[in-house]
């Protein structure tokens, strides 16, 4: 008996202290920045107050102090403080831009919720904007709203306080941060959220809508659908293209009519996935052609990016300029009009490998053939004859013919030509392959190497049906980075070169319906 009570209370102690062991680990978890990667999207707070057709509206969803955290815990070690530093320095710049100190202003109360959207009027060609503050306690807004009109009254800024839909307003013509003085207006929602708008019309404007939920985008259900389906996420993204090409430099499809975007962490990969809607009639045609599979694993040699193209004929024109920058990323004068070319003639699936040596592109035999590009290869300059390589094979190349330019060359042959290569073209594993380089084209052929860094990447998109897939190391993908403008403005608000810890990118973009479904995956660090 006195055995069993011995044994009893051995168990109740080991279960009591599993049960408080498995507590502890939830509550470490539950408060661990990893959890970013988990945290399921949901419909902002603040998205009662932010009009539909507003122009840009962005949402993060977490602490401010939390991205800093989690890129410091998946960083390698000896990159933790410059990863957490950069990230730190995006958030600082950013609050700054707004006119904020974070650390002095913010850093004490702010909760998981920031919100910022951007209104456009055209006929007066001007842009307002309001941002939304939440508070991680009860007195925190309610404390800033005091320190911040205070010093602005200090300054000289003549207050105006009144009521709006039953909430007190404050609004008065003072300075942010460093700035100019401007027509500012705050409100206090809830003792917990504190709204700032860039005038007393825009912060009206926000409180009108969030009264109707046909005006908001909380009641949109549009919006809620794309929410449902977009799974985990801390930062949310609303535009219209108009919104993307001012402020962040991006160029869409003149049929594009907006775009709903949310990121997340996995790891060392940032990915945002959303959609971008189109006119009726305007998005990418269905895609799943036959034989991709087969493509991709057919090519041989390294690579410095990869791209599956499907059926790029038959894109719709408005289209078709999301292709040049992507295929030519890491080297567009020396791809040129010729790919361009073989693109726009190209039926079914087309693979794209680029390299430090030249391109390489691959078709099915008969698609395109020789002859339907042969016409436009002539107008520029382009003769076709075909030409044996070693090891029997032969392949048809198109050079042209110009003088040879060696200013050291006198008198005997100094009036002689050259060929250069333009493009050659080689059938093989019933493939056709078309290449700047009679190398890459011998390498196709004889090699058993694949890229397979890109080739996984490639995979890690899960999107076999998309139009476009395509993904790049650590060069092409700092290059094609560097060149958005979009990417150049938020390393001057982090103070400091963003793209450098980049080691690849990948892209895809799926039709779906009406719209165009969306994935970026960026990766970073060694």
Do not use: C
């Amino acid at each position: 008996m006195k055995a069993r009570r011995f044994l009893a209370v051995v168990l109740a102690v080991t279960l009591l202290l599993l049960g408080l062991g498995a507590g502890a680990w939830w509550l470490v978890w539950q408060r661990s920045p990893l959890q970013l990667q988990h945290r399921p999207l949901v419909p902002p707070r603040s998205a009662r107050f932010v009009p539909r057709d507003a122009a840009l509206s962005f949402y993060l969803l977490s602490d401010a102090e939390q991205p800093v955290a989690y890129a410091r815990a998946v960083a390698p070690p000896r990159q933790r403080r410059q990863a957490g530093e950069a990230i730190a320095g995006l958030r600082d710049g950013a609050f700054a831009a707004a006119g904020l100190d974070y650390r002095g202003e913010l850093a004490s109360w702010l909760g998981e919720e920031t919100g910022l959207w951007l209104l456009e009027d055209p006929g007066r060609g001007t842009t307002g904007w309001v941002l939304a503050l939440s508070s991680r306690d009860g007195d925190g807004a309610r404390r800033f709203l005091q320190r911040f009109w205070q010093t602005r009254s200090l300054a000289g800024t003549e207050l105006q306080i009144s009521s709006y839909r039953g909430m007190g307003l404050i609004s008065g013509r003072g300075a942010l941060v460093g700035r100019e003085p401007m027509p500012l207006a705050t409100a206090l929602i809830d003792d917990d959220l504190v709204l700032l708008a860039s005038g007393r019309g825009a912060l009206e404007q926000a409180l009108d809508v969030s009264q109707i939920d046909d005006l908001n985008q909380a009641g949109d259900p549009a919006l809620r659908r794309r929410l449902d389906a977009l799974g985990p996420g801390t930062a949310l993204l609303t535009a219209r293209p108009s919104a993307l090409q001012r402020w962040l430099g991006t160029d869409l499809p003149g049929t594009a009519s907006a775009l709903v975007a949310a990121l997340h962490p996995e790891g060392r990969e940032l990915v945002l996935e959303g959609w971008l809607d189109s006119a009726p009639g305007a998005a990418l045609p269905p895609q799943g052609q036959a034989g991709s599979a087969d493509l991709v694993q057919a090519v041989h040699g390294e690579a410095d990016a990869l791209a599956l193209v499907q059926d790029p004929a038959h894109w719709p024109a408005s289209w078709k300029p999301v292709l040049e920058p992507l295929v030519a990323a890491f080297d567009e004068e020396r791809a040129g009009a010729v790919a361009s070319i073989l693109l726009a003639a190209a039926d079914g699936p087309v693979l794209w490998r680029q390299g430090a040596d030249g391109w390489l592109l691959g078709t099915a035999p008969d698609h395109p053939p020789a002859a339907a590009v042969e016409a436009a290869l002539r107008e520029r300059g382009l003769v076709e004859a075909p030409l044996a390589v070693p090891g029997g094979a032969t392949v048809q190349a198109w050079t042209r013919l110009q003088a040879a330019a060696d200013p050291q060359r006198r008198g005997k042959g100094a009036g002689q030509v050259q060929a250069s290569l333009g493009v050659a073209r080689s059938v093989g594993d019933g493939w056709a392959w078309w290449s700047d380089s009679l190398t890459l084209l011998g390498e196709q052929r004889q090699s058993r190497s694949q890229p397979r860094p890109l080739l996984a990447r490639l995979q890690s998109l899960e999107r076999p049906a998309a139009s476009l897939q395509w993904a790049g190391g650590h060069l092409p993908a700092q290059e094609l980075l560097q060149r958005w403008s979009g990417w150049r403005l938020l390393s001057a608000l982090a103070g400091q070169p963003l793209a450098e810890p980049v080691q690849g990118l990948g892209l895809a973009l799926e039709p779906e319906g009406e719209a165009v479904r969306l994935q970026v995956r960026l990766t970073y660090g060694a």
